[in-house]
């Protein structure tokens, strides 16, 4: 059975740090890319950082996404020893309140721009305050 469970949510205040975790059971997270996604109350849920696979990484290609609402202040890792995906976050704001959801898709090119993928984490609740 595979699983994907996030933690490291919580209350930060604005300009603060937090660090998700998303760990994967069942399933080798080193072939899969794997994305965050963050849907805010009366929002759509939406993609904001993804990793390609480990094995599709190349020097010359760029391996990570992240949307313009995030760049520069989010980053999108994996450690394949632990089979865990992380996205760090600094300097948060108000505006990054949402519950995260990290997801996992074998496909490539993936399907995250449109919603989808193979598997999903349950969600964490991130809340700034300002």
């Given amino acids: 059975q595979v699983q994907l469970t996030e933690s490291g949510g919580g209350l930060v205040q604005a300009g603060g740090s937090l660090r998700l975790s998303c ?26 950082a993804s990793i390609i696979p480990s094995v599709r990484i190349v020097p010359s290609v760029r391996s990570e996404y992240y949307a313009d609402s995030v760049k520069d202040r989010f980053t999108i890792s ?19 309140t ?10 490539f090119p993936t399907r995250f721009i449109s919603g989808r993928a193979d598997y999903w984490g349950q969600g964490t609740q991130v809340t700034v305050s300002s």
């Fill in 78 to 96: 994996r450690d394949n020893a632990k089979n865990t995906v992380y996205l760090q976050m600094n300097s948060l704001k108000p505006e990054d």
């Fill in 23 to 48: 760990a994967a059971s069942g399933v080798t997270i080193s072939s899969y890319a794997v994305a965050w996604f963050r849907q805010a109350p009366g929002k759509e849920r939406t993609v904001i």
């Fill in 98 to 107: 949402a519950v995260y959801y990290c997801a996992a898709d074998r496909r």
